[in-house]
């Protein structure tokens, strides 16, 4: 039985070719698949493939490619309906559990964000990536570049691309939860900042009623002002906030200060406020540790009209193969 | 003690007072607005600045504009802080309470949802409208036109342009209200259509953890396809789930007959499926109705490249403003 991640890939790739009329090659549902959020290569496609054929759910069909089976489209309607529609949150908490990155030692895995953007525009990215996390809104100075053609987990880089990956602050989530603190990242929002200070949060949304990353809204809103807050001191950048019980506040404390120790930054309010923080109502019996989102060195690319496909939650990395920017 | 809606807009302009340099005029204060998603016009504008004024949180600076004083910086920081950020539910569930239209009548107040176009685009939009209506895939066969210059509610209408008007979904959640039932507005999604029959959602944004309204999101990301499902019938356009009590089941159902005596379409589960509905979690106790949103008519003049503005859940509207389309 294939995990959950693999499981919401076969059935998309089902989907897929349910929607098509014919046969379809693998190159052309890697692309499909990644137009639709899944981050596979044309090589991963192929192995997946190899599994749905093996379970009768689709059959080679000449040179050209595959289609779905009867038994196929049957699996696709009724078992698996409702695997597609995810929330966020879900996914959240698959990454939690697979994080193991120690802040005490500095090594395990991380998790990360990913943004692919044309090889062309790496010099002027990288330059803004260390401004951003000069000015501390993003998550840590760490950084691992991917050269076309190379693989970043499952995935080839496509040509004339290089992928980014940073690290997510879904990590730090991570570490709280691996040091037995239940921890709930609630809301994903954009805070306005005024002279360097996270003043109050202007839009929220909660992670556990939506299929679409926050962050992604908001980017694609075009809703951030990194680029302005670097310059000004003042704008709108992306902070995510998670609740902690309040019982469990000092320790929280001092895994954020571990977790500084570790380079690992961007908290700008550990459990200081009681509710609400910043605007943003918390749970009775709870208090809340906003950070600025690893995102936010991408949406300043963005901001600069640089093409990007930002993954956020994207895998976990051992945090060896990133480098520090510097 | 003004309402919750024109305290919200109260703050807002003290909030663009506040982060200008200097004195700001009326007309520039209600373009602002309008940006921050605030529906006011310039006349009501220069209304809502009288009530600062009297109140001691703005003054008069010149014949240029108004300034912030002392008094409204510490109005706006502290008082009211949490105001702004407003879950799109509450909005949502005040306009349930507006509503008074009554299907067995087809009289009173319905909710509308409102969209700025061009007026040079009218024509062609209109055509669009109706097939979207003819098609189902909108609420009601009502529309207002209001022309530049002339008044919708509290706006002018700005030169160049008109507004049209359309049944917003929301006031089927206002009449079972009124009949008795306790009613949910759950999610706002994406539904896969094909072959002219909505079958399962691909994406949902639970109405009480947004401070965004979904529609917008769906619409600003294009990932609505109303013009593909009119001339092919598949594609995606944009639903609502809300929840009832399973016990209400019958009523509910009859209400919905009513509805669609009175020319209120756009339902296509009412409480047949157990959950999940399409795809979506229901809560336990409770099932499902589903409509597609009165936003389809404006999401396809988007997609035809017509430069729209479109603002969910704008206003009540006495159903007689609204003329049929025909």
């Given amino acids: 039985m294939p995990d959950a991640e693999t499981q919401r890939k076969l059935i998309e790739i089902l989907r897929i070719l349910s929607e098509s009329n014919g046969e ?17 290569g044309e090589r991963a496609t192929r192995y997946h493939l190899r599994m749905l054929d093996e379970r009768g759910f689709t059959k080679k069909h000449g040179y050209l490619g595959r289609v779905i089976t009867p038994l196929g489209e049957e699996e696709m ?26 802040p005490a030692t500095d090594t395990g895995e991380a998790v990360v964000n990913i943004c692919y953007i044309n090889k062309s525009d790496l010099d002027r990215s990288i330059d803004t990536l260390k401004r951003v996390v000069e000015a501390g809104y993003a998550i840590s100075p760490r950084l691992k570049v991917v050269d076309e053609g190379q693989e970043i987990l499952e995935n080839d880089v496509p040509e004339g691309q ?38 109050r949060f202007t839009e929220v949304i909660d992670y556990h009623g939506t299929s679409i990353n926050p962050m992604n809204v908001f980017v694609s809103r075009k809703m951030t002002s990194v680029l302005k ?25 001092q895994i954020i200060s571990q977790l500084e120790s570790a380079d690992i930054h961007g908290i700008f309010s550990g459990c200081e406020n009681m509710r609400p923080l910043l605007g943003v109502p918390i749970e009775t019996g709870k208090c809340g540790i ?9 949406a300043a690319l963005t901001e600069m009209g640089i093409k990007t496909r930002i993954i956020p939650l994207s895998a976990v990395m051992n945090v060896n193969e990133l480098k520090r920017l510097d």
Avoid: M, Q, W
């Avoid at 379809?24 to 596979?40: D, F, P, S, T």
């Avoid at 991570?174 to 809301?187: A, E, H, S």
């Avoid at 906003?290 to 991408?298: D, M, R, V």
């Fill in 229 to 253: 807050v670097l310059e000004t001191g003042s704008g709108y950048v992306l902070a995510n906030i998670r609740e902690i019980p309040v019982n469990a506040r000092e320790n929280a404390r």
């Fill in 24 to 40: 379809v090659g693998a190159r052309k549902i890697a692309e499909e698949l990644n137009r639709r959020g899944y981050n596979l």
């Fill in 290 to 298: 906003a950070s600025y989102s690893g995102i936010n060195p991408f």
């Fill in 162 to 199: 290089v992928a980014l990956a940073t690290f997510c602050s879904i990590t730090i989530d991570g570490v709280l939860l691996k040091r037995g603190i239940p921890v709930n990242l609630k809301y994903g929002g954009l805070i306005r900042v005024k002279d360097h200070n996270a003043e």
């Fill in 77 to 102: 309607k009724h078992a698996l309906v409702t695997d597609r529609l995810g929330f966020v949150s879900t996914r959240i908490e698959e990454y939690e559990f697979k994080t193991t990155f120690d």
